[in-house]
């Protein structure tokens, strides 16, 4: 350092003009195709949680749900699938003569429905159905207790669609 003040201007580095590093791995504000497709089609989207804290959009159709983006890919077969389902059910021995099949809410691989009477006498049942490479396996169908075992090839099985299950070792209610 100098004894002359005028001689002890501190030296400034040069400003550099760098580029600004744009972090694009938050895509904040973009919108997902899949929900846009459902908004697009009148649906409404939900956003479902399963037990496991696994989340999915569910798009609220008239008179039926889908997964978002089964819905995308336009897998959200809901007449040939209740179909599908109906000849399943058939196979098994019922007579859905006077009944009319319901998907309810279909998540692609697994679904969930009803049988209703075409007329208002008795009652129809639920069915949970499992889709695979478009073949429609049935699970479960009645209208008492739903069997967890009936689930055990499935274990994935949205907890959405069946939050519980009768355990037959257990003899009680069970969540799933």
């Not at 809410?105 to 889709?131: C, D, T």
Request: with cysteine; hydrophobic share 35%; proline share 5%.
């Amino acid at each position: 350092m100098s004894n002359n003040p005028g001689k002890d201007i501190e030296t400034q580095l040069p400003v550099v003009n760098e580029p600004t590093i744009v972090d694009d791995t938050n895509k904040t504000g973009m919108s997902n195709p899949a929900s846009d497709n459902c908004i697009a089609k009148g649906g409404e989207l939900e956003i479902v949680s399963n037990a496991d804290g696994s989340q999915f959009g569910l798009c609220q159709l008239d008179g039926y749900a889908c997964e978002e983006w089964t819905l995308f890919r336009n897998e959200c077969d809901i007449v040939g699938d209740a179909q599908k389902i109906r000849e399943a059910l058939i196979a098994k021995g019922l007579n859905l003569s006077n009944s009319t099949v319901v998907i309810n809410k279909h998540l692609g691989k697994y679904i969930s429905g009803s049988v209703n009477p075409n007329e208002p006498i008795g009652g129809g049942g639920y069915v949970f159905a499992v889709k695979d490479e478009g073949v429609v396996k049935i699970l479960a169908d009645g209208n008492g207790s739903i069997a967890c075992s009936a689930f055990k090839d499935y274990p994935d099985f949205s907890t959405y669609l069946l939050p519980a299950c009768y355990d037959e070792v257990a003899g009680d209610i069970v969540t799933r």
